[in-house]
T-cell receptor
Framework: DAGITQSPRHKVTETGTPVTLRCHQTENHRYMYWYRQDPGHGLRLIHYSYGVKDTDKGEVSDGYSVSRSKTEDFLLTLESATSSQTSVYFC?????????FGPGTRLTVL | SQQGEEDPQALSIQEGENATMNCSYK?????LQWYRQNSGRGLVHLILIRSNEREKHSGRLRVTLDTSKKSSSLLITASRAADTASYFCATDFQGAQKLVFGQGTRLTINP
């Protein structure tokens, strides 16, 4: 699992509330990624980071922001959650050419 | 979109049979990777094939890559019940450190 953890693992929240998901890695990998996985869409890249304070947008970045103040932590924030953001969120790191994934966070927005 | 596309979307076979899944992509790549995802779990990397390779083996897995057709196939031989999972291909962009995933093939192995 390349030392990747995600928290929380499950969250239920209401529309309009802010939500922050955390990805933590223990092996000082430079690149970190946030994906969402939805039926019929596979995995879609939200944002990624290529170093502390260095981030870039992915395919579906609208409504999401990220921060990386330390190498080991990559935070994904939904400033005002919407029902369309109900999904399973995966964090990943890049080690060589391979991406290693965390266990996922299941987010439900009511 | 530069997304890879898997075919078929779902495949159901008997234990012991071979399973073949295909992936097509749109842009030039450095490498193509296959991942497995068991229900409710994260993705696990299976195999990587580089653009200058045509075939690669790992245990019961065989991956082929045809860059002229922008396609790849994953063959699982002598399937087992434990192979039941979703399988995703992922491609990189040349020069970009990020992957684009297809929608996956859901494989069911029937005992």
């Amino acid at each position: 699992d390349a030392g990747i953890t995600q928290s929380p693992r499950h969250k239920v929240t209401e529309t309009g509330t802010p939500v922050t998901l955390r990805c933590h890695q223990t092996e000082n990998h430079r690149y970190m990624y946030w994906y969402r996985q939805d039926p019929g869409h596979g995995l879609r890249l939200i944002h990624y980071s290529y170093g502390v304070k260095d981030t870039d947008k992915g395919e579906v970045s609208d409504g999401y922001s990220v921060s990386r103040s330390k190498t080991e932590d990559f935070l994904l924030t939904l400033e005002s959650a919407t029902s369309s953001q109900t999904s399973v969120y995966f964090c990943a790191i890049l080690a060589g050419d391979l991406e290693y994934f965390g266990p996922g966070t299941r987010l439900t927005v009511l | 979109s530069q997304q890879g596309e898997e075919d078929p979307q779902a495949l159901s076979i008997q234990e012991g049979e071979n399973a073949t899944m295909n992936c097509s992509y749109k842009t030039s790549i450095n490498n193509l990777q296959w991942y497995r995802q068991n229900s409710g779990r994260g993705l696990v990397h299976l195999i990587l094939i580089r653009s200058n390779e045509r075939e690669k083996h790992s245990g019961r897995l065989r991956v082929t890559l045809d860059t002229s057709k922008k396609s790849s196939s994953l063959l699982i031989t002598a399937s087992r019940a434990a192979d039941t999972a979703s399988y995703f291909c992922a491609t990189d962009f040349q020069g970009a450190q990020k992957l684009v995933f297809g929608q996956g093939t859901r494989l069911t192995i029937n005992p």
